[in-house]
């Protein structure tokens, strides 16, 4: 039987369809308090790896910041307390095989790591996104010529030209900077030549063609903003990427230069200690890896949250 509307009935009553059903819709809205329930609204932290990921991404940065002025001890002060181990007085963590304290050295480590690699990074996504988006827009020739810069670039090992880049340029944090950024910015153009050549295609960038608005107007205010989403996610996760060639590159000799400590360098410092101290590789080797994983893992998460549409 059915009512006039076409609605179907039983001999009960019915229930109304607009009502939320019960369990997890009506806990989740009445959980909606606090930084991480508004964060999952925006569908950032739904799943427990993205939010594990999140929290120690964001312990490491603060440890980064705020580390080296909480922390008394110096990093470079050479004892003859060599080689102490886990839980001596005064060195919680013990001491390296000149007496530097370990926990002040993995503390102050993590800011010239995190330095190089947010900031390599983000000469990356300047350059990388500009060429995308002069790329995608302007077409023809302009496209084909920066595209095949791209290639040629993404042919060539990004490892084996970062250390061509900064052994050219001399050991240093500057070439470091430079010489990541400029390896890694290929991969962030070519991404974002193909968003903008989708977005250029569509009405509202035509409208603004055809109504006379600029071409960098249109770059900087129609195009850039909706494919900023993709573009956000990519960049972190290229985080990792600049974490690991900058750590690599220290472990090299070709990174930070000692005494200034650094995880990287720390690696291979100790490694002459593997079997004696395997604290002073396991502790800084494995804190780089938590952080390249957490930056792989947030940037997942940004990516189904800035843009779910290309999760779909």
Known sequence: MS??????????????????????????????????????????????????????????????????????????????????????????????????DELARLVHGARPLLLVAFASTALAAAIGTGAGLLAGYAGGAVEQVLMRAVDLAL??????????????????????????????APGLARLARALTARETARDYVVAARLGGTRTPRILAQEILPNIAGPMVAQVVMTLSVAAGFAAGLSYLGLGIQPPTPDWGYMVQAGQEFLYTAPRLVVLPAALTLVFVVACNFVGDDLRDALDPKGTA
């Open 3 to 100: 009512d006039p509307t076409g609605a179907a009935t039983t001999g009960t009553a019915e229930v109304p369809a607009a009502l939320p059903a019960p369990g997890r819709t009506a806990g989740r809205q009445g959980r909606g308090r606090g930084l991480p329930a508004k964060l999952r609204r925006y569908g950032i932290g739904t799943s427990w790896p993205a939010t594990v990921s999140w929290v120690f991404l964001v312990a490491i940065v603060l440890t980064a910041l705020a580390g080296p002025l909480l922390l008394s001890a110096d990093p470079v002060r050479q004892t003859g307390s060599a080689l102490l181990p886990f839980g001596s007085p005064g060195h919680p963590l013990g001491t390296d095989d000149l007496g530097r």
């Open 155 to 184: 042919a060539f090992p990004s490892i084996l030209l970062v250390i061509l880049l900064v052994a050219a340029a001399g050991p240093g944090t500057t070439s470091l900077v430079v010489g990541v950024g400029v390896s890694l």
